[in-house]
């Protein structure tokens, strides 16, 4: 089992930037393929990017390409989620994953694992 604690969220202005943290513990966190996901109000929680474990690979929803950036620091056991240019459609509750099986899996049918969210509100 791995556990996951999401920070960094907050409110900012349209055009703004953002950086999530996700600190992980409990299991080898090079093993997982990790991600985030977001969840407006009223609406289903979706993808938003994702991370091989070696981080080589990196995967985007459009909505978000060009404008996130996901990171991980394996020494650190932590992932990143910079995020500029934010517009009001951005700001939802924001959840750090992970996944064993790959990056692409947890795209695929969801990730093993959640983070508690944090929340990001982004002002016009």
């Known amino acids: 089992q791995v556990q996951l604690v999401d920070s960094g969220g907050g409110r900012v202005q349209a055009g703004g930037s953002l950086r999530l943290s996700c600190a992980a513990s409990?299991?080898?966190?090079?093993?997982?393929?990790m991600g985030w996901f977001r969840q407006a109000p009223g609406k289903e929680r979706e993808f938003v990017a994702a991370?091989?474990?070696?981080?080589?690979?990196?995967y985007y929803a459009d909505s978000v390409k060009g404008r996130f950036t996901i990171s991980r620091d394996n020494a650190k056991n932590t992932v990143y989620l910079q995020m500029n240019s934010l517009k009001p459609e951005d700001t939802a509750v924001y959840y750090c994953?992970?996944?064993?099986?790959?990056?692409?899996?947890?795209?695929?049918?969801?990730?093993?694992?959640w983070g508690q969210g944090t929340q990001v509100t982004v002002s016009s």
């Open positions: 994953a992970a996944d064993a099986s790959s990056a692409q899996g947890m795209v695929l049918k969801g990730p093993d694992h």
């Open positions: 409990g299991r080898t966190f090079s093993n997982y393929a």
């Open positions: 991370i091989s474990r070696r981080g080589g690979g990196t």
